[in-house]
């Protein structure tokens, strides 16, 4: 569907580079978040209102937004590790969203950034 990220709304082809060579696998999001997210509910083509939608997500007060970035950073946890299986993964980062541990790390990085 031309998106940067792993789709929330249609199967995402990845190939993960491990040790014993490369592991090929579909994301389908229905099967990780349980359903599909138009596009709509996670973009924006106005800057301010793309913006918003991932504070909000990043807060989880927006729940497509944060299942959107939910499952693209349980992809970066399984990607590096973290995790073995990306159910998981999604499951965990969801959570992190979910109980404002996200929202309290991002009000730290903007009050270091400002005062750098």
Same mark, same amino acid.
């Given at each position: +569907?031309?998106?940067?990220?792993?789709?929330? !709304?249609?199967?995402?082809?990845?190939?993960?580079?491990?040790? =014993? %060579?490369? @592991?090929?696998?579909?994301?389908?999001?229905?099967?990780? *978040? =349980?359903?599909?997210? %138009?596009?709509?509910?996670?973009? &924006? @083509?106005?800057?301010?209102?793309?913006?918003?939608?991932?504070?909000? =997500?990043?807060?989880? &007060? +927006?729940?497509? /937004?944060?299942?959107?970035?939910?499952?693209?950073? %349980?992809? &970066?946890?399984? *990607?590096? =590790?973290? #995790?073995? +299986?990306? !159910? +998981? /993964? #999604?499951?965990? /980062?969801?959570? &992190?969203?979910? $109980? %404002?541990? @996200?929202?309290?790390?991002?009000?730290?990085?903007?009050? @270091?950034? $400002?005062?750098?």
């Amino acid at each position: +569907d031309g998106m940067d990220e792993a789709s929330p !709304y249609s199967p995402t082809k990845i190939a993960i580079v491990e040790q =014993g %060579g490369l @592991v090929e696998m579909t994301i389908r999001p229905e099967e990780i *978040i =349980g359903e599909k997210i %138009g596009i709509e509910h996670i973009s &924006s @083509v106005e800057p301010e209102k793309s913006f918003e939608l991932t504070r909000r =997500g990043l807060s989880g &007060s +927006d729940r497509n /937004a944060a299942r959107f970035i939910a499952l693209n950073a %349980g992809l &970066s946890l399984l *990607i590096n =590790g973290k #995790y073995h +299986d990306l !159910y +998981d /993964a #999604y499951r965990n /980062a969801l959570e &992190s969203i979910n $109980s %404002g541990m @996200v929202q309290e790390h991002l009000l730290k990085v903007i009050e @270091v950034a $400002s005062l750098a």
